[in-house]
């Protein structure tokens, strides 16, 4: 479990540096394909038909669907890279080093039970959730948005995953059901917007009034 762990930490770190959205994508995608790992070594005592069902889940959704309808976003936007984020790479990386003290700073002071599962996984859930939360604040393009409103689930969903045991199989297809439809919306919101302004810059949309004429 730790390497997978390990792994989801460097990519977070890895999408606070990297301005290619492309890449950017892949990353989330591989985060996809860890947290289905995560899912299993979770439960290796125990593994079930819930656990692989919800495993295969997270990997087709994670892995391959969300990137596939997001790649095919940025192939219509004709757009390659995040150009001026509103607060640069070198400020990103040196805050995200900042959140990984942080993190396994509360992670030691927070009162949680005895896990059964790494003792990495508490601080590298609160870190990929705070760079969720960093990217969706510091990036223009509604693009990167959406990938770091994908980032801070992966967050809250690894938390979740060593933290919360029994939780109802219908509870956790739910919430996954719940994330596609949000990114299935807001992929359709920047292609739309993509078309009537020839951009897709979340920043410049809070210049838009109401028409007068």
Known sequence: MDPALVFLALTSVLLLGSSRLTRCIRLVAFQGVLLAALTIAAHANEITLRVVMLAALILALKGAAFPWLLSRVLRGAEVRREIEPMVSYMLSMAAGTFGLVLSFWLSARLPLPTLPTSTLVVPVALFTTLVGLFLIVSRRTALMQVLAYLVLENGIYT???????????????????????????MGIAIFHINREFDHIDADQLTMLRDWTG
Do not use: Q, R
Request: aromatic share 12%.
């Open 159 to 185: 938390f979740g995953v060593a933290v919360v045991e029994g939780m109802p199989m219908i509870v956790e297809l739910g919430i996954l059901l719940d994330v596609f439809v949000a990114v299935f919306v």
